[in-house]
């Protein structure tokens, strides 16, 4: 989806109040509309705005920060700087073959045409995009092949690679092979999951299963032992009567582990976390200063629940690597180039080397660092062995496997000019509601039925499609309600 793009009626077609239509303003819309008035039209209402699991140029390695010199708390609140610096991109150049499809009509599948090998597979952008609208993102596959890049989800990149650096370095890497690239990425989840052990958080972090039989892939924003909204989950989780008072907590222990971490604790990594959930949250940005509700909650509130079950499946060892390998054409016994982990083995030299020797405590997390990667890498030099090791994090970092992950989802909001947050929504994990999301989703996928359009209640959507002037479904609409309209009237004065 691109800009904002307004859709008109042509006066000829139909009489003044024949159809209203994506004509009504909610109380989003009028916000919108006020700034372009102001002359700002990079408005874009969709909360899928970021494809991160299709956009990453770069082969980079993401280092924990608290190696440095900053002091950072557990509980640290981001304030982000008022300078945002979107990255120039090429534009997504339409394809001789996306023309063709476009021109001649198809048989296949959307699953058949666009995600079955070679192409790239299934992400979480893919099953939560058509929440907000199915048309809209078929169109968007047919035209382009993938969500295309505007200027308001470069925005909103630039404004996640802030946060990201908040929490890890950045350091671009050089790959040999397809394997070395592959084990950079899952040697980013095992620092990610080091990183979320020791400082309480971590940014980022890459997931990978199997939904419905189809290999899945998503980035999920944010993980933290932060409970969104404890009482909420207390509600949901009261002990029975029977259970006895075997699990019962002293006072003692009560206040002990409601006291934050000691600066040695957060240092060390020594804190007991074996008994502390984590809880997922996804960061969005918007260009109105103000929340979502309704439908538009929607797509955010599938994603969360997507990155929940795609994390407890690793966190429990129920995704089988030889199938992601076998998807992405990987050899999973091959070794990784020298080169590689040279480059990794390295970084003492090339990030730390201004560290400070006080504290003390700090340069032997560098030097154990630098060291533990070297060594690590030598003992685990091959995607099979390497995943072994991440699945060994995960049991570490979630011991208790999908019940280490607590049920609480975060959506936060943030401006997509200045970074500030403007609000954050809270909501429960729901299995249930989750499987019919995905289940009626993957019948599209599959090309078991058509794509749908939003409803006559939802046409505000329409007000900042790119497609809208084109789009058969909402033209469709318009017909059926001018229809209606002149049944009313008739209906009306004969009566």
Same mark, same amino acid.
């Given at each position: 989806?691109? $800009? ?8 000829? *077609? &139909? ?12 109380? #989003? ?40 010199? #900053? ?7 981001? %304030? ?6 979107? =990255? ?22 959307? @699953?058949? +045409? ?18 907000? &609208? ?49 084990? @950079? ?18 940014? *980022? ?18 993980? $933290? ?35 934050? !971490? %000691? ?17 997922? &949250?996804?960061?969005?940005? /918007? ?38 390998? %076998? ?21 003492? *030299? ?8 006080? !504290? ?34 995960? =049991? ?13 989802? +975060?959506?936060?909001?943030?401006? /997509? ?15 249930? *509601? ?23 209640? #939802? ?11 084109? &789009? ?16 009313? +009237?008739?209906?009306?004065? $004969?009566?």
């Amino acid at each position: 989806m691109a $800009s904002l793009k307004y859709a008109t009626t042509n006066p000829e *077609e &139909c009489d003044d109040n024949d159809t209203d239509y994506g004509s009504d303003f909610t109380p #989003e819309q009028e916000r919108i509309v006020e700034r372009l008035l102001s002359g700002r039209i990079d408005i874009e209402d969709n909360p899928i705005v970021s494809d991160v699991e299709y956009h990453d140029p770069d082969q980079t390695l993401r280092v924990p920060r608290f190696f440095g010199r #900053e002091q950072r708390s557990i509980l640290w609140e981001t %304030t982000v700087s008022n300078q945002f610096h979107s =990255q120039d991109e090429p534009t997504c150049a339409i394809s001789p073959s996306a023309t063709a499809d476009w021109k001649e009509p198809d048989t296949r599948s959307p @699953l058949e +045409r666009y995600r079955t090998q070679p192409k790239k597979p299934l992400s979480v952008t893919d099953l939560v995009s058509p929440a907000w &609208c199915e048309i809209q993102y078929w169109y968007s596959l047919t035209r382009h092949g993938k969500k295309k890049r505007t200027p308001a989800m470069k925005q909103g990149s630039a404004i996640h690679k802030v946060l990201e650096d908040q929490v890890h370095t950045t350091v671009k890497i050089e790959t040999q092979s397809k394997e070395d690239a592959w084990g @950079l990425r899952i040697w980013n989840v095992i620092q990610g999951l080091r990183t979320l052990r020791n400082t309480g958080q971590t940014r *980022e972090l890459e997931v990978w299963g199997t939904i419905n039989g189809l290999v899945v892939n998503g980035v999920i924003d944010e993980l $933290s032992y932060i409970c969104p909204d404890s009482n909420l989950e207390k509600s949901m989780h009261v002990p029975c009567a029977q259970d006895g008072m075997h699990d019962q907590t002293t006072i003692a222990d009560f206040f002990k582990s409601q006291a934050p !971490p %000691t600066s040695k604790e957060v240092v060390s990594g020594s804190r007991d976390r074996n008994h502390e959930k984590i809880y997922v &949250c996804d960061v969005k940005t /918007r260009g109105v200063n103000g929340l979502p509700s309704g439908a538009a909650l929607r797509p955010s509130k599938m994603q969360l629940m997507l990155y929940h079950r795609l994390l407890s499946s690793l966190a429990g060892n129920m995704v089988d690597f030889s199938v992601l390998a %076998t998807r992405y054409n990987l050899d999973p016994t091959k070794m990784f180039s020298d080169t590689f982990i040279a480059q990794i083995g390295s970084l003492h *030299e090339d990030v730390f080397y201004d560290v400070p020797s006080s !504290p003390e405590a700090s340069q032997r997390s560098v030097d154990q660092w630098s060291q533990d990667s070297m060594t690590t890498l030598l003992a685990h030099n091959s995607l099979s062995a390497l995943w072994s090791l991440m699945i060994t994090e995960f =049991q570490t970092t979630m011991p208790e496997g999908a019940k280490s992950l607590g049920d609480m989802l +975060r959506v936060e909001y943030r401006s /997509r000019d200045d970074g500030e947050i403007i609000g954050s929504k809270t909501f429960a994990m729901n299995h249930i *509601e989750l499987k019919d999301y995905v289940d009626h989703g993957m019948k599209w996928w599959k090309g078991e039925r058509e794509a749908q359009g939003v409803p006559p209640e #939802e046409a505000y959507k329409c007000r900042n499609c790119e497609f809208a002037d084109g &789009c058969e479904w909402r033209l469709k609409k318009v017909d059926e309600a001018k229809g209606n309209f002149r049944i009313s +009237r008739k209906s009306k004065s $004969s009566a």
